[in-house]
């Protein structure tokens, strides 16, 4: 008989963990990070006449290997290029160049488009960057599992660059775990958090206890 492996399990008590590590500033930002991006990404929209798709669409983008805080200086210059009409391809950002011409695609959608939100996703394609895009825009239980997130659920400190290639399997496993913390969150920390509050908050609770 053929083995059969066994799927990967939605543990949740690493997590639940690192929630209750949580210091009372933690809490608050985690909760607020998300909201912070998306006002980030509305300004953007006013600004420079796009749709907040476009905007969040090119934060999403240009995420991957990026500081946040450069992720957004990077993101406000390829929009404000694109705007006054320069060549967006010269501006320098701190993410791959194939990310770089993603968040180009994005800018050059019709904004009348109706499939625009399905094409900007298409566009994305990556698990990570797309539930990164849709936290952002307000799905709240969307789970952005990045390298961070996965140390967490493991119960492990694990450097970003040595983060494993994460099948769908396990992507849907960890965003399960998160889902159920999200929804025992009130007994866990006193707090009623969505998902993806549960993956800011224990985000920002590791890099601190790290260092970072």
Known sequence: ??????????????????????????????????????????????????????????????????????????????????????????????TFNKNKDKAIEILNLDPDDEDLSEKIQSILSGRKVVAFYRCISGFKDTVCVDGHAYAIWLGERIPTTKTPAISKTLYDTITRAYVNVAKDSHAVCGECLTPAQVQAVTWVTYRRLLGY
């Not at 992720?71 to 929009?79: H, M, R, S, T, Y």
Request: proline share 3%; aromatic share 8%.
């Open 1 to 94: 008989m053929a083995q059969q492996h066994k799927k990967p399990v939605a543990v949740t008590r690493y997590i639940k963990a690192m929630l209750l590590l949580a210091s009372e500033t933690d809490m608050h930002e985690g909760k607020e990070w998300y909201q912070r991006a998306y006002d980030l990404a509305v300004r953007l929209m006013h600004v420079y006449d796009l749709t907040l798709g476009q905007t969040i669409g090119v934060i999403a983008a240009l995420s991957p290997n990026n500081k946040w805080e450069r992720n957004c200086q990077d993101a406000e210059a390829l929009i404000k290029a694109h705007w006054l009409g320069s060549d967006p391809k010269l501006v320098k950002v701190c």
